[in-house]
């Protein structure tokens, strides 16, 4: 059997065992069987809680319902790996595409995850750089409620980049 795996009911061998009943009530140092038997009255299980001592403890209880628990407690300690997202605008961008694109920048950020900004040039548009500066400083202010500024907006070759983290 394993070993951190209790036993339950009819695999459990020694006999007294010092049983706790259901609502935590002390039933003290009874045979196996007695303690079988009240837990069937009761609709539940005889599991063993503490084996190594003398006698072994044994707690009348829904193992399911136990080890359900258990799994959700050891669950719990899940944390969000932050992801880097990255949302590419262009300096004519349309007031509607900025639109989408923001909202996209406020979900991820709303999942905990940081978000790269790039605004992209080509060609000509690259004399009008400042154009992508306003740009980045319109989303900078429209997202403040929930991001902060972890890279500010720098020239990076042919493109701004600039990156948030949720608040």
């Not at 002390?26 to 079988?36: H, K, M, P, S």
């Not at 790996?81 to 004519?92: A, D, F, M």
């Not at 979900?107 to 306003?134: M, P, Q, T, Y």
């Amino acid at each position: 059997m394993d070993r951190n795996q209790q036993r339950i009911n009819e695999s459990i061998r020694v006999t007294p065992l010092r049983v706790i009943s259901d609502d935590g009530e002390q039933l003290g140092v009874i045979t196996r069987d007695e303690a079988l038997e009240k837990a069937r009255e009761a609709g539940l299980d005889l599991v063993e809680v503490a084996p190594q001592e003398k006698p072994p403890v044994c707690r009348i209880m829904d193992f399911g319902k136990f080890k359900y628990q258990q799994k959700k407690r050891q669950n719990k300690g899940h944390v969000h790996q932050s992801k880097n997202k990255e949302i590419r605008l262009r300096p004519k961008i349309g007031k509607h595409d900025f639109e989408t694109k923001r909202d996209r920048a406020r979900k991820f950020l709303g999942a905990r995850d940081k978000v790269i900004c790039s605004v992209i040039f080509r060609g000509r548009e690259n004399a009008h750089v400042e154009e992508g500066f306003k740009l980045v400083q319109r989303l900078i202010e429209e997202l403040e409620d929930v991001s902060k500024v972890e890279q500010p907006a720098k020239m990076a070759g042919r493109r701004i980049v600039m990156v948030l983290a949720p608040k």
